[in-house]
Nanobody, 117 residues
Framework: HVQLVESGGGSVQTGGSLRLSCAVS????????MGWFRQAPGKEREAVAARDRDGSLTYTDSVKGRFTTGKDMAKNILYLRMNNLKVEDTAMYFCAAGPQCWVRTDYWGQGTQVTVS
């Protein structure tokens, strides 16, 4: 049974930082591409960052240079480090896993809210 559980969301001021974590269980970590999506009220869900099975990283243009994703090998956690946060980063953030980054996603976490003001 695959489970993805996010944590680390919260409220911060513009320019602040947050670190989201996604605890992974139920499958071998490198079986899937893992990534982060977000959805703001009234907007479509968008891909934010992804880590493919070969370790390659991909980011949407609006977060390049500010967000970093990676995995904590010891804890089997995917993280998203977010620096220099902007109001437009406010959204529900979801961890996801699937066979093809950003194209096909089979598993989703429950989401964690990030609010920047």
């Amino acid at each position: 049974h695959v489970q993805l559980v996010e944590s680390g969301g919260g409220s911060v001021q513009t320019g602040g930082s947050l670190r989201l974590s996604c605890a992974v269980s139920g499958y071998t970590y490198n079986s899937y591409c893992m990534g982060w999506f977000r959805q703001a009220p009234g907007k479509e869900r968008e891909a934010v960052a992804a880590r493919d099975r070969d370790g390659s990283l991909t980011y949407t243009d609006s977060v390049k240079g500010r967000f970093t994703t990676g995995k904590d090998m010891a804890k089997n956690i995917l993280y998203l480090r977010m620096n220099n946060l902007k109001v437009e980063d406010t959204a529900m953030y979801f961890c996801a896993a699937g066979p093809q980054c950003w194209v096909r996603t089979d598993y989703w976490g429950q989401g964690t809210q990030v609010t920047v003001s």
